[in-house]
């Protein structure tokens, strides 16, 4: 008899479906979506009243590192404060603010007060600043919204990107540091002015269709795009959320562990919104799931039992290793565990089980892993797995509120999938024409994704992710390649070699991949010799190769056509680069700027020869 899981209580599936003559699909909830907030800023000053000496937020500072915390009582005063002063200097909605730096709390605190007084939030990739060497993207997006501030938590970290800028008439708030050479305010002078009515005033004034934030597309076709986000959008789709697992009263109020960039959708509405929606705690993870950093979540995992936890699958594979090798740490990690979340790719079905196996021996039940899809124009999750499986890959059915319409592609079971709901956005900021072509004549956003059912004859089992349309080829044969099909399959299918990959094969005989290796994954399966081998002789290493050709052989063997086969691999010594777009502000590998880019790796592989891994 297989364990149970752990007795969590979600949302009914309950689907209508509508089937058009033409082969087209809708779907929507059956469920009501429930009533929202008026505005973002209303959930904070409703979790001040009822609760005002709650935890809000938390993050390591100083040399000690110890934690700065900040209660939500604490918190909407230091928001009203910074309201105020915004005010006294003239922003609104014709003044946005732009926010360079990574999550802190005066970045939740900005965001807050900033939408309090109507003024878009336009919070930047700290990538666009740090790690590249050009800004060209940050110069762009800086031109396009034209901040009336900019805000940086250390002055001297971002210098560099700062002067790239012209920052004539632009106010410069640092936190740590002042900018070198530029004139900046400190944060703390923001934060000491006093509120009067003007703030409620201002709050009062915030309405549904109020600009709440700018958020940036990856870039993957040019240059980022800038997402317009309404209160509307927002405070839908965290209520949607909230629906699809059903809380008790007495329920215990959320802790969360958040490292997710909140530049980005996911991790700026989904789960920091999110989880204030919910009255929760917010402890600011510092880590990240990379070699080196991830040490610092595994710390603050030894001090927090969160509630629920997400992560990307190579985080999952530094966790599950972890918590294999650390029993008060695991006992720890599971003590109030609910849920688990995964995205950015298909979850591997061996971390899966491995996390399933730590859960039981911890806990005596299996925990539900959920996952949701969407993207940064739906605020951002339209789909989500509101039910425990044990089948990993899924992005679940349309939330309460949400129409997926889903059309036909010409390959028999798949679909393109369509949106239509008060979570899309209403367009691109200054980029009409680009606002109307992402609408078809329904009405229905053109998200660009594909998606199949578990079961065409039973649609509450959901659908799987499918790839994108838009990235996909033919072969020679004429066979269509699912780049995102293919890609996640064979990143799951080499766990845990790949980090990432790009797929070559367009007019080609058969499909190739350019490798992105997991390093510190390879220098283990390397053993003892491993942390001394150069990178080139790491990844030609015989158990790091070996293990490559086992899973992608098996994964040919099982795989439906020579679309979903792979012939050779290259694993690359090259990380993906920012300044060449090959990876986007999200982390996500761009698959045409790195084809373009590495042509003459793509030549080498289809000609075969040293380093050209034949599976």
Not at 122 to 131: C, L, Q
Not at 356 to 364: F, R, S, Y
Request: glycine share 8%; net charge neutral.
């Amino acid at each position: 008899m297989q364990v149970p899981f752990k007795p969590i209580e979600f949302l009914s599936r309950d689907i209508e479906v509508e089937r058009r003559a033409d082969g087209t699909v809708v779907l929507q909830s059956n469920h009501r979506l429930a009533p929202y907030a008026p505005h973002i800023p209303a959930l904070l000053a409703k979790w001040a009243e009822q609760v005002p000496d709650r935890l809000w937020l938390a993050q390591r500072r100083g040399p000690a590192r110890e934690w700065l915390k900040v209660t939500y009582g604490e918190a909407k005063k230091q928001v009203d404060a910074v309201t105020q002063a915004l005010l006294d200097r003239g922003f609104g909605p014709d003044r946005p603010v732009m926010i360079l730096s990574s999550n802190s709390i005066e970045f939740a605190l900005l965001t807050m007060a900033a939408m309090q007084v109507r003024a878009p939030v336009a919070p930047v990739s700290p990538a666009y600043s740090v790690m590249s060497q050009d800004h060209a993207k940050l110069k762009y997006v800086f031109d396009l919204v034209k901040p009336g501030l900019v805000f940086v938590q250390n002055g001297e970290i971002y210098a560099r990107a700062l002067a790239a800028l012209n920052l004539e008439g632009v106010l410069l708030v640092h936190v740590e540091k002042p900018v070198p050479g530029l004139p900046s305010l400190a944060w703390s002078e923001l934060a000491a002015t006093k509120a009067t009515d003007a703030v409620a005033q201002s709050i009062a004034a915030i309405g549904p269709k109020t600009v709440g934030k700018f958020l940036f597309t990856s870039g993957s076709t040019g240059m980022p795009k800038a997402v317009i986000n309404t209160q509307e959008m927002m405070c839908a789709n965290v209520a949607m959320m909230s629906m699809a697992r059903v809380r008790k009263a007495d329920d215990a109020a959320p802790v969360m562990l958040d490292w997710l960039p909140w530049n980005h959708t996911m991790g700026g509405n989904a789960t920091f919104q999110g989880n204030l929606n919910e009255g929760g705690t917010t402890w600011i993870d510092d880590g990240k799931p990379l070699p080196g950093l991830f040490e610092e979540t595994l710390r603050n995992l030894r001090e927090i039992s969160p509630t629920s936890f997400s992560n990307v699958p190579a985080g999952y594979a530094m966790l599950a290793t972890a918590l294999e090798k650390d029993e008060s740490l695991a006992k720890r990690f599971f003590r109030n565990i609910n849920v688990l979340s995964y995205g950015g790719a298909t979850l591997p079905g061996d971390l899966y089980d491995r996390m399933e196996v730590l859960a039981v021996k911890h806990t005596g039940y299996r925990i539900p892993f959920v996952t949701g899809w969407g993207s940064t124009e739906t605020a951002p999750t339209a789909t989500s797995v509101h039910w425990a499986s044990d089948r990993v890959g899924l992005v679940g059915l349309p939330y309460p509120g949400v129409q997926l319409k889903m059309v036909p592609t010409g390959e028999e079971g798949r679909y393109e999938l369509r949106l239509k709901s008060v979570i899309v956005t209403p367009g691109y900021y200054k980029q009409p024409d680009l606002t109307a072509q992402m609408f078809d004549e329904e009405g229905f956003y053109r998200i660009g994704d594909a998606g199949r059912f578990v079961d065409p004859n039973d649609p509450q089992q959901g659908l799987i992710f499918d790839g994108r349309v838009v990235e996909d080829f033919k072969l020679t044969s004429g066979t269509f390649v699912l780049v995102g099909t293919l890609r996640t399959t064979a990143i799951a299918a080499a766990s845990p070699v790949l980090q990432d990959a790009v797929v070559c094969g367009q007019d080609r005989e058969y499909v190739g991949l350019l490798g992105f290796p997991n390093v510190a994954a390879c220098r283990q399966l390397a053993g003892d010799s491993g942390a001394q081998l150069s990178l080139a002789d790491l990844l030609a290493h015989p158990a790091v190769v070996g293990r490559l050709k086992e899973g992608l052989a098996k994964m040919n063997a099982e795989g439906r056509g020579s679309s979903m086969r792979v012939k050779r691999v290259m694993l690359m010594t090259e990380p993906p680069q920012v300044d060449g777009q090959e990876i986007t502000d999200k982390g996500y590998i761009n698959q045409r700027a790195t084809l373009d880019r590495r042509k003459a790796l793509v030549e080498k592989l289809y000609a075969g020869g040293e380093g050209v891994i034949d599976i």
